[in-house]
């Protein structure tokens, strides 16, 4: 369980601080406790989730020396390419939901990769491939920046830099 003021991972929605824990009621469903949630990178925004219904898509952030060990692993993580578009599409989202940092640099390395030999061959990165990268590279970038206390867009600079 979660406190007030820890820091998550929320599903897609990123970063995210415990302002709260509140008991509520919803329509004919019983009073049940629910986390309020501030998402770090959208602040004027409030969710509520169940506390007991977290479990697949909220964990605590990663520390400093497990960011740090993540992108010393970043070279070492294959590609995955699935030449099938729907089946790529489908397992590359359920490794966005997964929550899962190792996947998500699979997912963002081996789109790039794609991107670039796609590039070279005078095509353009397929709409779903674009869209399932850059959901990939906010939240890693996002978690990565607020651990390291970067600015997320500096995130890809200082991976580059650790991993030369």
């Not at 998550?8 to 329509?27: A, N, P, R």
């Not at 790529?88 to 699979?106: G, K, T």
Request: proline fraction near 5%; charge should be negative; glycine fraction near 4%.
């Amino acid at each position: 369980m979660f406190r007030m003021n820890d820091y998550i991972m929320y599903g897609l929605t990123g970063v995210c601080k415990v302002i709260g824990i509140e008991e509520e009621k919803f329509l004919d469903y019983p009073q049940q406790s629910f986390y309020v949630l501030e998402p770090v990178f959208s602040p004027q925004m409030t969710i509520k989730i169940p506390v007991l219904n977290t479990i697949k898509n909220i964990r605590p952030i990663h520390s400093t020396d497990e960011v740090k060990e993540l992108i010393q692993k970043i070279p070492d993580l294959e590609l995955l390419w699935i030449f099938d578009e729907r089946e790529r599409n489908n397992l590359f989202r359920q490794m966005l939901r997964n929550a899962n940092c190792d996947e998500w640099i699979i997912v963002i390395k081996t789109i790039y990769s794609y991107k670039y030999l796609d590039n070279y061959k005078g095509k353009r990165l397929n709409k779903n491939d674009d869209e399932i990268f850059k959901i990939a590279e906010k939240l890693l970038n996002e978690e990565f920046g607020f651990v390291l206390n970067i600015n997320p867009d500096d995130v890809p600079t200082y991976i580059g830099e650790c991993i030369i």
